[in-house]
Nanobody, 116 residues
């Protein structure tokens, strides 16, 4: 019954910024590690950022120093602040559980396009 709803994507120029949001509907959100994933054309879905129940974060090398993951447990919401965007960041971005547990059904994601 859990639904993941991503938003905030769009078209930006290289060097620009976006903030993505993910609302987990029907989840006991606060007890799970969460992450942001992305899938670019022709590539596998990959984890780009994760955040634990306690707020510890980790990032893929490709986004380290540019992206920041955060969570607001009271709002059941996960965020991804994306700065200094590059064309290679172009992908559909998804949220889901992180760690060893089962993932929820994937949402539709939100498209991020970085282009001049």
């Amino acid at each position: 019954q859990v639904q993941l709803v991503e938003s905030g994507g769009g078209l930006v120029q290289p060097g620009g910024s976006l903030r993505l949001s993910c609302v987990a509907v029907g989840s006991i959100f606060s007890i799970y590690a969460m992450g942001w994933y992305r899938q670019a054309p022709g590539k596998q879905r990959e984890l780009v950022a994760g955040i634990t129940r306690g707020g510890s974060t980790n990032y893929a090398d490709s986004v380290k120093g540019r992206f920041t993951i955060s969570r607001d447990n009271a709002k059941n919401t996960l965020y991804l602040q994306m700065n200094s965007l590059k064309p290679e960041d172009t992908a559909v971005y998804y949220c889901n559980r992180d760690g060893l547990g089962l993932r929820y059904p994937w949402g539709q994601g939100t498209q991020v396009t970085v282009s001049s």
